[in-house]
C-alpha cells in the first residue's frame, strides 16, 4: 500500500520536532490545492499517513513545515524577521504506487531533507 509520510527532527536540540505546523498541497490547475494541514507529534511525525493508495496521484507536491512559530513555541530566540519562517519542499511524486517519505531536518538557521521510503 503507498503512502506519503513526513517527519521533523530539530537538530538545535537533537530531538523529534513535536507541535511543528505541516501544511500538504498538490499542485493543479496552474495553482496550489490544499490537501491537509496537521501537527507533528512526540515522535516528530504525523499520526497518519498524509496521502494513502488510493488519494496518491502523479504530480507536484509541496510540504510547508511552520519552522520559526515551531522554535518561538520553544523559547528560542529568533531575529526579527527570522532567518526561516516556512520550509516549503516542493517534490514530485512520479510513481502511484510507491512509498514516499519527506522528512525535514531543521534548526532555526538551516535544513535538510532527502527522499525516504
Given at each position: 500500500m503507498a503512502k506519503l509520510s513526513t517527519h521533523v527532527l530539530d537538530t538545535h536540540s537533537g530531538q523529534p520536532a513535536q507541535g511543528m505546523a505541516v501544511t500538504l498541497e498538490r499542485f493543479q490547475n496552474k495553482q496550489w490545492i490544499l490537501l491537509t494541514s496537521t501537527v507533528t507529534n512526540m515522535d516528530g511525525r504525523?499520526?497518519?499517513?498524509?496521502?494513502?493508495?488510493?488519494?496518491?496521484?502523479?504530480?507536484?507536491?509541496?510540504?510547508?513545515?511552520?519552522?520559526?512559530?515551531?522554535?518561538?513555541?520553544?523559547?528560542?530566540?529568533?531575529?526579527?524577521?527570522?532567518?526561516?519562517?516556512?520550509?516549503s519542499l516542493e517534490f514530485g511524486l512520479a510513481i502511484g504506487t510507491s512509498n514516499y517519505h519527506v522528512p525535514l531536518l531543521c534548526s532555526p538557521w538551516s535544513y535538510s531533507t532527502y527522499r525516504g521510503s
Open positions: 504525523t499520526d497518519t499517513p498524509l496521502l494513502e493508495s488510493e488519494n496518491i496521484t502523479i504530480g507536484r507536491y509541496r510540504l510547508i513545515f511552520g519552522v520559526a512559530d515551531y522554535f518561538r513555541k520553544r523559547g528560542v530566540a529568533l531575529p526579527d524577521p527570522p532567518f526561516l519562517e516556512d520550509v
